[in-house]
Nanobody, 114 residues
Framework: QVQLLESGGGLVQAGGSLRLSCAASRRISSINAMGWYRQAPGKQRESVATLTNAGNTNYADSVKGRFTISRDNAKNTVYLQMNSLTPEDTANYYC????????WGQGTQVTVSS
C-alpha cells in the first residue's frame, strides 16, 4: 500500500512563502500525473496544480504566477512552491498521484494571516 505524506504547511503572513512536499512511501510505477489540491472550510476540494508524466503543468487561475509544482523522481517526491500567499490561499492542501490507482495524502494545513 502506497502512502503519501505531505509536509511543509503552517502559518504564514500574507505575502509570505511556503514549500509543500509530498513524499511517497515507495516508488510508484506508471504515474500519469501528480497534483496538489486544496479544500477550504465550507468549500469543495479544488485542483491547484498538476504535473503530467510528460512534464506538462496546469494551474488554477487563482495561483498562476505564484505557485510552482515540481517533482524529484529520485526522492519519489512532488513539491508545491507557494509565493505571495494571500488569506484566500488558506486551506488544507492534499497531494494526489494518478497511476493505475489514485493515491491521496492526508493533507497539510496552510493558514495565511492578513
Amino acid at each position: 500500500q502506497v502512502q503519501l505524506l505531505e509536509s511543509g504547511g503552517g502559518l504564514v503572513q500574507a505575502g509570505g512563502s511556503l514549500r509543500l512536499s509530498c513524499a511517497a512511501s515507495r516508488r510508484i510505477s506508471s504515474i500519469n500525473a501528480m497534483g496538489w489540491y486544496r479544500q477550504a472550510p465550507g468549500k469543495q476540494r479544488e485542483s491547484v496544480a498538476t504535473l503530467t508524466n510528460a512534464g506538462n503543468t496546469n494551474y488554477a487561475d487563482s495561483v498562476k504566477g505564484r505557485f510552482t509544482i515540481s517533482r524529484d523522481n529520485a526522492k519519489n517526491t512532488v513539491y508545491l512552491q507557494m509565493n505571495s500567499l494571500t488569506p484566500e490561499d488558506t486551506a488544507n492542501y492534499y497531494c494526489a498521484v494518478v497511476a493505475v490507482e489514485m493515491y491521496w495524502g492526508q493533507g497539510t494545513q496552510v493558514t495565511v494571516s492578513s
